[in-house]
């Protein structure tokens, strides 16, 4: 079985610059988390979606980062306009809703680097 | 405010035992889950516990006290490659269901 893949690996920006990052969940877990880790501190869920649905978007912060998972399957996280304080990894986690217990699959992660 | 806690570092020596320890204060609570993350490395699920009590799983181990909002992952036998960084995971029951990390403790075993 396929683990969640997310691309790209790394990402370098300048402040001010636009990057998308992509996640594909295991096949079948009908639930997609994107979770925020700056460095030595724990994941901070920012956006997750049950199918194509959000269920919680509360800490994403909605004037730079987007989130979408349009067919329930693939889910792409974008930050506008980036800003040094957005160094952090950005995880893309999935589960089995219903599952007991609930175990969340992470990916590899990207790590985003904001000069 | 919701929160769950844990020290930065632990050391301990290869062959002992560690204790990696996590409290926690949430709105309300539908179990808590461990996870272990080596430094480059994406979250690794290893326990999840909703019940008082200890949980044996051989290796690893976890308590939990509902009550006092406090839970304990104890490692024995301890390898060097058991360095890693141990999250603690709280999902509160209010809400959006979200789960919770605390920001992670640094286990470090030495020879």
């Known amino acids: 079985e396929a683990g969640v893949t997310q691309s790209p690996r790394y990402a370098v920006l300048q402040e001010g610059q636009a990057v998308s990052f992509w996640c594909d969940p295991i096949s079948g877990h009908d639930t997609l988390y994107w979770y925020q880790q700056p460095r030595d501190q724990g994941p901070q869920l920012l956006v997750y979606?049950?199918?194509?649905?959000?269920?919680?978007n509360s800490q994403l912060p909605s004037d730079r980062f987007s989130a979408v998972r349009p067919k329930g399957t693939n889910s792409t996280l974008k930050i506008q306009s980036a800003k040094q304080g957005d160094t952090a990894t950005y995880l893309c986690?999935?589960?089995?809703?219903?599952?007991?217990?609930?175990?969340?699959?992470f990916g590899s992660g990207t790590r985003l680097t904001v000069l | 405010g919701q929160g769950v806690e844990q020290p930065d570092n632990l050391m301990s020596v290869e062959g002992t035992f560690a204790r990696v320890n996590c409290t926690y204060s949430t709105s309300g609570f539908n179990g808590l889950s461990w996870y272990q993350q080596r430094e480059g490395h994406a979250p690794v699920f290893l326990s999840y516990?909703?019940?008082?009590g200890l949980k044996d799983s051989g290796h690893f181990s976890t308590f939990l006290s509902r009550s006092n909002g406090y839970s304990y992952l104890l490692l024995t036998e301890l390898q060097i490659k058991d360095s890693a960084s141990y999250l603690c995971?709280?999902?509160?029951?209010?809400?959006?269901?979200?789960?919770?990390f605390g920001s992670g403790t640094q286990l470090t075993v030495m020879p």
């Open positions: 986690a999935s589960s089995l809703d219903g599952g007991m217990p609930e175990t969340l699959y």
């Open positions: 979606f049950r199918d194509e649905a959000v269920i919680d």
């Open positions: 995971a709280v999902r509160d029951d209010s809400g959006s269901w979200q789960l919770i």
């Open positions: 516990v909703v019940l008082d």
